[in-house]
């Protein structure tokens, strides 16, 4: 055997952990911020970058301001850390990736009438980009444990949040607008005339007729208050493509429906809502699947072509 095979290579490697940590601190500049990105005590941390300084017999930090600032040499040594981790981690992702075969799966949990009237239109491109990746959905409205040892990889929620514990990304901003069937659309001309109309309610307070009915500077009269009261977007849009009232509708969630002229909007305003759809990641540090990547690339380009 050649000497090139038979003798062991020397690395020279701190405690791995300890070093993790110090990275952790020197990205985001205080050991309270790792602590919370790593899942630890903020005395576990100290205790890790006091470790890692006494093997490496020097010092890591400068101590004397208010902010935790490396030293040069601190500096160099967390820089190049981090790109051993990166390195790492994708490896990582890799191997597990590949160990699960040929079919992939993302979990997704998101609500009946994003799903139905926005998602699941659209799945047939994500299918032809990801073919050996399989999309399973489950609905409900309250936000659930995310990551390998949740219930979901992913969520899509609609609302203002906060939803703690994760990352919320915007996807997509919309606007209320008053939608119903084209024979009943002919009898509207003005928005007085919905006091002669059904209006449907939804149980969302974001989506409440009195919020439109201020815009449209009709104030709050007391036949807003009157018509059936359903569940959802999706029970709403199809009560009204069928005759039975007005919505007052998701923009976004209504297209569909628009596109088709299974309904119209028969007059103004539009009331804006600001940030409303999201997609809710695990929280930093959290491992997550190849699948849950590209299906939340796949969503944020989505996003962006959305009329």
Request: glycine share 6%.
């Amino acid at each position: 055997m050649s000497k090139s095979h038979s003798t062991a290579r020397a690395l020279r490697l701190p405690p791995l952990n300890a070093a993790r940590v110090f990275e952790a601190c020197a990205r985001l500049g205080s050991t309270v911020a790792a602590a919370s990105e790593l899942g630890v005590t903020h005395g576990a941390v100290s205790k890790q970058v006091a470790l890692l300084e006494a093997w490496l017999e020097i010092p890591l930090f400068n101590r004397s301001g208010v902010r935790l600032a490396p030293t040069a040499a601190g500096a160099r040594y967390a820089a190049a850390l981090g790109r051993a981790l990166e390195l790492v981690d994708a490896a990582t992702r890799e191997v597990t990736d590949s160990a699960s075969g040929p079919t992939r799966v993302v979990r997704v949990s998101t609500t009946a009438s994003f799903a139905t009237l926005w998602l699941l239109p659209r799945l047939e491109r994500f299918h032809a980009r990801h073919p050996d990746t399989e999309v399973w959905i489950s609905e409900t409205k309250a936000l659930v444990s995310l990551g390998p040892e949740g219930s979901a990889d992913v969520a899509l929620r609609m609302g203002s949040g906060p939803w703690p514990g994760v990352r919320a990304e915007s996807l997509m901003s919309d606007h209320l607008i008053p939608v119903c069937a084209p024979k009943l659309a002919a009898r509207l001309r003005h928005p007085p005339d919905l006091a002669r109309a059904t209006l449907l309610h939804d149980q969302d307070p974001r989506a409440a007729w009195g919020h439109w009915l201020e815009a449209a500077a009709l104030g709050r009269p007391v036949w807003a208050e009157r018509g059936p009261r359903l569940p959802n977007s999706a029970a709403l849009l199809q009560a009204s493509a069928d005759g039975q009232g007005v919505t007052l509708a998701y923009a976004k969630l209504a297209e569909p429906y628009r596109t088709k002229e299974r309904l119209v909007q028969p007059f103004g305003p539009a009331v804006p809502l600001g940030p409303t759809y999201w997609l809710i990641l695990p929280r930093r540090g959290t491992p997550t699947t190849h699948a849950s990547r590209v299906f939340a690339a796949w969503v944020r380009e989505e996003a962006k072509r959305s009329p």
